[in-house]
């Protein structure tokens, strides 16, 4: 594993510390809200401020963007930083949450990790490298038919107040799977297809510090990554992740 890849997992462990020492605190934790629908916590916050002079401390060349910081310095290459991804989940005191960290270089993933503390799982990827969770390398399922298949999704369309939303598109897809999850991490949805737990993810209106890294720990366990039209490449308005057998089965009801 190269030293990126050391030194960023020891900054993410660290980070994720700090999350747990607010996560085993929660009656003193303040949580506002950026829309009635969006919460951030001080915990959200003090994760980023560490990654953020952690990170730029160690890696001077590489810029930032972290969601509640915005970005700074060089964003052609630049750490995409999401520093707790669940922070609903993460408020209720509930397990599914993570911190997602991605080195973007000329806007491709070079490296990427998902730390989720409170089940103390680590996934992380190197680009053209292969993906590892807590040190072993993962890959997608072997699930070949729809209607077998267990998939994952969110509703960020929802805390948007879409009408052109995921209701009716879960419905259908629904109807013709054996399982359906919505865990409530975007970050760790992606990692659970490479890890095989789940067959396909699928959301629409994310960000990119939403998936930059659990895409290309996705793709490096060896799902295929498109849009809803099923164009490759990493599009957080519309992300659709599969383990490759159930693509052309599931595309046409997206
Ligand atoms: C949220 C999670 C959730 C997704 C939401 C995102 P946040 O991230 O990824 O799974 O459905 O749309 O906003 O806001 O907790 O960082
Ligand atoms: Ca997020
Ligand atoms: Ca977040």
């Given at each position: ?20 020492a ?19 916590t ?9 990654l ?6 160690k890696?001077?060349?590489?810029g ?7 970005q700074?310095a ?26 997602s960290?991605?080195l ?5 993933m ?9 089940l ?32 994952a ?17 879960f ?8 399982g359906?999850?919505?865990f409530?991490?975007?970050a ?11 067959d396909?993810?699928w ?13 290309l ?38």
């Amino acid at each position: 594993m190269t030293d990126l890849l050391v030194n960023l997992e020891h900054a993410v462990r660290t980070a994720g510390a700090i999350a747990m020492a607010h996560f085993n605190d929660l009656k003193n934790l303040t949580v506002s809200k950026k829309n009635p629908r969006d919460f951030v916590t001080a915990a959200d916050v003090a994760v980023e401020a560490f990654l953020k002079h952690a990170l730029t401390e160690k890696y001077p060349q590489y810029g930032f963007w972290g969601e509640e910081s915005g970005q700074s310095a060089n964003q052609n290459a630049r750490w995409v930083v999401d520093p707790i991804d669940g922070t609903h989940s993460f408020a209720r005191g509930q397990y599914f949450w993570s911190i997602s960290v991605a080195l973007e270089i000329d806007q491709e993933m070079k490296v990427g990790a998902v730390y989720a503390p409170a089940l103390d799982d680590y996934y992380c990827a190197e680009q053209d490298k292969g993906a590892w969770k807590n040190g072993q390398a993962i890959s997608v399922s072997s699930e070949s038919q729809l209607a077998d298949a267990m998939v994952a999704t969110g509703f960020a369309c929802l805390r948007a107040y879409l009408t052109n939303n995921n209701l009716e598109r879960f419905a259908r897809i629904a109807q013709l799977t054996t399982g359906q999850r919505r865990f409530g991490s975007a970050a760790m949805d992606l990692c659970l297809v490479a890890d095989g737990q789940v067959d396909a993810f699928w959301e629409q209106e994310l960000n990119l510090y939403d998936v930059a890294a659990g895409a290309l720990i996705a793709k490096e366990a060896g799902a295929t990554v498109t849009d809803f039209q099923g164009n490759p490449g990493i599009f957080p308005k519309q992300i659709l992740a599969t383990n490759g057998k159930i693509f052309e089965q599931i595309l046409p009801l997206m």
